[in-house]
């Protein structure tokens, strides 16, 4: 924006053409530079949901291993609820997801899908669905459980690092504009019983 600005304000008020040209020379590259981040990153964005759609969001239930509501292997999804609108009716406020499939290590799982809608946020439903995971993945015998998050879930990755988790790894996606990074987290269950 400041480079846009400089540019900007230096092709109108400059009274050496120049000086005016190069200003407009700043000002269109970086106009082109932000609209092709933008545009980088919406692409990523639409290709990551996507892939998402034909994945495990194509069959929760098959995907997550569910039978009647229940888990009934070593992935496992979970819905938060809370009152709807009218009195007879519920909405889904947060969900989680415990994927065994997704990983190399036969003893660990990924936590993955964490939501939880913004006008239910900071009233503890994510603690709760991820000591539910963290229950669930122990009487699997899990040993333990990793997590990818991004720069843009920083009250997330709070909450993941208060109950444990360990950071692994950080990597820039994509390489061309770094300006996007992903954290890798893993929580060893035998490390910690009281959770």
Not at 18 to 41: D, E, P
Not at 49 to 72: F, Q, R, T, V, W
Request: with cysteine; charged share 20%; glycine share 10%.
């Amino acid at each position: 924006y400041l480079l846009f600005s400089a540019g900007f304000l230096t092709s109108i008020v400059s009274k050496v053409p120049s000086r005016r040209l190069l200003g407009g020379i700043v000002s269109l590259f970086a106009t082109s530079f932000f609209v092709g981040h933008r545009w980088s990153l919406s692409r990523l964005f639409t290709g990551f949901c996507e892939g998402n759609l034909k994945a495990d969001l194509a069959d929760i239930g098959a995907h997550y291993g569910m039978e009647d509501g229940n888990p009934s292997g070593t992935s496992g999804f979970w819905v938060a609820e809370a009152d709807g609108p009218s009195d007879k009716s519920r909405i889904i406020v947060g969900c989680v997801g415990l994927d065994h499939s997704s990983g190399d290590e036969p003893r660990s799982a990924q936590l993955r899908r964490m939501a939880v809608s913004p006008t239910h946020q900071r009233h503890g439903i994510s603690v709760m669905l991820v000591r539910t995971l963290i229950a669930h993945a122990r009487s699997q015998h899990m040993r333990s459980i990793i997590l990818s998050s991004n720069m843009y879930q920083v009250p997330a990755m709070s909450m993941y690092r208060k109950l444990g988790w360990i950071e692994e790894g950080r990597f820039i996606v994509p390489k061309i504009f770094p300006t996007f990074w992903v954290t890798n987290f893993r929580l060893q269950l035998d490390d910690h019983p009281e959770l």
